[in-house]
């Protein structure tokens, strides 16, 4: 789906993807990457899911946050080893998400061996902190 070519090919990375059928259904692309760091942002449409009272639906907020740890984790991929999937998430929604735009940072703030931890916060466009997440991703040995 992403391409695992994050590190040699970045520009690669992101257009792949911004041009995912999904992320384009939500509305969501990759407006900032550098080493373990990511940040995502949601330009709210017609079609994007909604909650109570209009807000940005739940499931979106959960799905932003583990693709914003994935583009995190993709950002300084080590020579030896590979990605092998979100092994745990955890979300805590703190208030709705109004706005024309989400934004989801995250940041690995720990690179194991076999697990990356990211922290990642959910921003509306006045940048009112909407939610938290953490995010466990696991890495196989080996290239």
């Known amino acids: 789906m992403l391409g695992l070519d994050a590190k040699s090919n970045p520009e690669g990375f992101i ?4 041009d995912n059928p999904f992320h384009r259904y ?4 990759i407006v900032e990457q550098r080493a373990d760091y990511g940040r995502l942002r949601l330009q709210r449409n017609d079609s994007t899911p909604t909650g109570i009272g209009g807000s940005v639906h739940g499931g979106v907020i959960a799905t932003m946050i583990d693709m914003a740890a994935v583009v995190s984790v993709f950002s300084n991929l080590p020579d030896t080893g590979s990605p092998a ?3 745990d998430l955890a979300v805590t929604y703190l208030r709705q998400a109004h706005g024309d735009w989400v934004d989801a940072e ?6 194991g061996r076999q697990l990356c931890t990211v922290e990642v916060s959910i921003l ?15 890495m196989r040995s080996g290239a």
């Open 106 to 111: 995250a940041k690995v703030i720990k690179r």
């Open 15 to 18: 257009q792949g993807f911004n």
């Open 124 to 138: 509306n466009d006045e940048g009112v902190l909407c939610a938290r997440g953490r995010v466990l991703y696991a």
């Open 85 to 87: 999937g979100t092994a």
């Open 26 to 29: 939500l509305g969501l692309e």
